[in-house]
């Protein structure tokens, strides 16, 4: 059974960046496909950005402060994150497949940003 597992969140100071990473086990085949989802306090999930097969893709709102790569483990994910924003605050949510995205999802991990 693939699990997802987020870290790197937490309570950060806007204008500050931040590093989350995503581990996958129970897997015995490549994710080519990671990603990030976000979701603020009350608002519904939105997808960030995803690493499928060395592409980076972006939502266009977030191209400029977010950076999608993959860990030098295998099946990890790094999302950073700078000039952090109180809109950034929520939960993140490492979602991954072994083409495309959705298959597995991870519990996330919480982003608090204050102002």
């Known amino acids: 059974q693939v699990q997802l597992v987020e870290s790197g969140g937490g309570l950060v100071q806007a204008g500050g960046s931040l590093r989350l990473s995503c581990a996958a086990s129970?897997?015995?085949?490549?994710?080519?496909?990671m990603g990030w989802f976000h979701q603020p306090p009350g608002r519904q999930r939105e997808w960030v950005a995803v690493?499928?097969?060395?592409?980076?893709t972006y939502k266009e709102s977030k191209k400029d402060r977010f950076t999608i790569s993959r860990g030098i483990a295998e099946n990890t994910v790094i999302l950073e994150v700078s000039n952090l924003k109180p809109e950034d605050t929520g939960v993140y949510f490492c979602?991954?497949?072994?083409?495309?995205?959705?298959?597995?999802w991870g519990q996330g991990t919480q982003v608090t940003v204050s102002s």
């Open positions: 979602v991954a497949g072994r083409n495309t995205i959705g298959a597995y």
């Open positions: 129970g897997t015995s085949f490549t994710l080519n496909a």
């Open positions: 690493w499928t097969s060395g592409t980076a």
